[in-house]
């Protein structure tokens, strides 16, 4: 059997009984007729089955046509159900008063049939095109909001899958990525309410400063094997060729960039990171020796979180330190080497970052 297309509703609200069998001998063979003979009993019925369209009359006791129209319109649930006053009240002050509230269409009495067939399937089809169309519209929006997810994804397992390139050759371990990256949101969630980075540290630029933490040592791929694998102290010349890391990720994320039609925050956080972590707040760290306000802030944040990790952490030429003596350490670098704002904000959660370092602890196949 073929299922055929269920009659669209037409609610027909109107005090006198005849005037509601001549809109049902009218309009019954093409539509499923429904009747109301006040206000009242028309919003009951709406409230078990929204009509597609209501044929309204205004002089009715107790509500009148006007009120029944005023509170659909101002009801979510039904402002969108097309409403034809229907009414023996043809003055133009009544009409545009009606249209006024939101009716689509006006029709006087004496009904005439081939009128009121023509307006109802006019409206009919209207609501029905504006439907279908808002069904497209929300589909459309679902698939971007679908497709736009994917494209974060894949931006987010990009990133780790390059920081972990970086790892690779290095003594760190890929839980290095994921403690600083929820180091560096952790301090930046901290920081969002203080004066100073308020205007800063966003929703947005915090979830971008977390996607762009993976790649804060992308350049250690450039640095020679016998200097990066040293376990012991580096000489002054491969002290120097080590600073070059700092360099080689700026350079990469740049050349990222330029395959790019406009730049992207990610890229551009994580490019300031890369090369701008290693600065100091008293002007002595490196590539350039800034200090204070002129390092980035995502960079400043990256110093705290990537030398905290750097001393809980085991590596080849040192053993892990203990928590305490990591957060002592982390004060006493406050003005010199760190952002002062950033170190108190560091230790007001300073046990929050070491539940991370517990959850991503490394294991002793990860550091041989």
Sequence with gaps: MTNLPAKKIVLAVDDTPTNIDVVHGVLSKDYLVQ?????????????????????????????????????????????????IFLTAKAEVDDETRGLALGAVDYITKPISPPILKERVKTHIELKTARDQLRDQNELLEQK?????????????????AMGSLAEARDPETGNHIRR??????????????????????????????????????IGKVG????????????????????KQHTNYGRDAIAAAEKTMSRADNFLIFAKDIAYSHQEKWDGSGYPEGLSGDDIPISAR???????????????????????EKSVAIIKDGKGSHFDPDMVDAFI???????AVAEEYADSEEDVK
């Excluded at 006791?61 to 097309?82: F, H, Q, S, W």
């Excluded at 901290?190 to 929703?203: N, R, V």
């Excluded at 007001?348 to 070491?354: C, G, L, N, P, V």
Aim: aromatic share 8%.
């Design 35 to 83: 009747a109301a003979v006040n206000g009242k009993m028309a919003f009951k019925i709406i409230e078990r089955k929204k009509p597609d369209l209501i044929l309204l009359d205004i002089m009715m006791p107790d509500m009148d046509g006007y009120e029944v129209c005023k509170r659909l319109k101002e009801n979510d649930a039904t402002k969108d159900i097309p409403v």
């Design 301 to 323: 944040l990256m110093a705290v979180a990537d030398v905290y990790d750097a001393l809980i952490s085991r590596r080849v030429y040192k053993e892990p330190f203990s928590h």
């Design 144 to 160: 971007v909001i679908d497709r736009t997810r994917q494209m974060e994804e894949l931006q987010d397992v990009a990133m780790v």
């Design 223 to 242: 640095v020679p094997d016998h200097i990066l694998l040293k376990p012991g102290k580096l000489t002054e010349a491969e002290f120097e060729e080590m």
């Design 348 to 354: 007001e959660i300073a046990d929050k970052f070491y």
């Design 180 to 217: 600083t990256q929820r180091y560096i949101k952790m301090l930046a969630e901290q920081l969002k309410t203080h004066t100073k980075f308020s205007s800063y540290l966003t929703p947005e630029i915090i979830t971008t400063l977390y996607k762009s933490a993976p790649l804060h040592d």
